[in-house]
């Protein structure tokens, strides 16, 4: 029973290109939460989506960054043209279908290095 | 706004001894709340919860409690084991509208001392 997969563990990028983070929920999961972590700070919430659908983007700077939950594949957290201050630690967790007193599972992150 | 805090960025504590880490909150419609524990380069994993209506969970060595006229609550690891250091967040849940948002806060350090 696979846990949240995120993909790259590592990525690097130069100021200007595209950044694009892959998370993989858990079997069975429909929800799927990304939080940034920069250095020296806690979680960061920045999306919450469903399947084809965002739910909760108060936490998305508005401009560059973007997310999707397509019907068929993984949730992407999409970065157009990386700056510096965007290297942290993204992470991606994933929930059953809204229950009350239902906890999210984290995958194990991407961090995010811009040059 | 910052409506979950710990307000200790770090704890040192001898093995053996108990742990005990704090939180606080401003926003009266949390209605559940968890401690995730992280270790360096992975993922925060979830540990111990409780809902706004108890004010204490135990879990072995885990207890949190909760205080919610005050808006406080703490986990209590007792007793601490070297295999216990890794950084603590507390987070806080509302449910609205068939939707949860969970609120982090920034976490505490905990190192248990051999």
């Known amino acids: 029973n696979a846990g949240v997969m995120q993909n790259p563990r590592h990525l690097v990028r130069r100021r200007g290109q595209e950044a694009r983070l892959r998370c993989s929920p858990m079997?069975?999961?429909?929800?799927v939460y990304w939080y940034r972590q920069l250095p020296e700070e806690g979680l960061k919430f920045m999306v919450y989506l469903q399947k084809e659908n965002i739910i909760d983007e108060s936490g998305m700077p508005k401009e560059r960054f973007s997310a999707e939950f397509p019907k068929e594949g993984p949730s992407i957290l999409r970065i157009q043209q990386v700056v510096r201050g965007d290297s942290a630690a993204y992470f991606c967790?994933?929930?059953?279908?809204?229950?009350?007193?239902?906890?999210?599972?984290f995958g194990p992150g991407t961090r995010l290095t811009v040059l | 706004d910052q409506q979950v805090k710990q307000n200790s960025p770090s704890l040192s504590v001898q093995e053996g001894r108990i742990s005990i880490l704090n939180c606080d909150y401003t926003n009266s419609m949390f209605d559940y709340f968890l401690w995730y524990k992280k270790y360096p380069a992975e993922g925060p994993t979830f540990l111990i919860s409780i809902s706004s209506i108890k004010d204490k969970n135990e879990d072995g060595r885990f207890t949190v409690f909760l205080n919610k006229s005050a808006k406080h609550l703490s986990l209590h690891i007792v007793p601490s084991q070297p295999g216990d250091s890794a950084v603590y967040f507390c987070?806080?849940?509302?449910?609205?509208?068939?939707?949860?948002?969970?609120?982090f806060g920034i976490g505490t350090k905990l190192q248990v001392i051999p």
């Open positions: 967790a994933s929930s059953p279908p809204p229950k009350e007193r239902n906890e999210q599972f």
């Open positions: 987070a806080a849940r509302y449910f609205s509208g068939g939707y949860q948002k969970v609120t």
């Open positions: 079997k069975g999961h429909s929800h």
